[in-house]
């Protein structure tokens, strides 16, 4: 068993590549972990106490099952290529998602499939999906659309959490906002082309 504690990060690479080396026989320490290559996961391919985890830009594969990420994952982030949904397979210790700004994941959550643990979840450009009622967790906190986001489906008084401190729509966004109707936690409202009322 080969054991690493001081890695602060730990790249997972594909297995060919270090002869005689068996990820399964890797115990780490380290609670980050970046998944470098587009292969599919399988139960226990990651560490089982890691609590952040990045997908490459590559990655482009589904998460069929909730058992493929480990229940200790606080912070999830998405690279360019990733567009499967996501309904059912997130951890519920899950703080913060993130897709990257050249993101171009663009599937709908369904009520329940965001954690109630998620303060902060940020979309790349092209996120452009409707939030129907109570899909947004009521622990959300940050709610970001990139400054070029093509994010433009109205969002409507009972979508946003009362929770909410910050709410960030990109240069898509065209929709007008009636002021009274944002939760009253609200600190910062950052419009694209939007108006508000």
Known sequence: MLVYNRLPELELIF?????GLD???????????????NRQLLRNTLPPKITELTFCHQYSRPIPTSDLLPASLTSITFGK?????LNGVLPPSLVTLVFTPASIFNKEFNVGSLPNTLTTLKFGYLYNQPFKSNVLPDSLLYLIFGEDSLFNKPIFPDILPQSLVTLSLGSGYLHEINARKLPRSLRSLSLGG????
Do not use: A, L, M, W
Request: aromatic share 10%.
């Open 15 to 19: 297995k060919s590549n270090i002869p």
């Open 23 to 37: 990820i399964d026989q890797v115990e780490t320490t380290s609670r980050q972990i970046v998944y470098r290559y």
């Open 81 to 85: 290529c990733f567009d499967s949904s």
């Open 194 to 197: 939007g108006q508000i009322q």
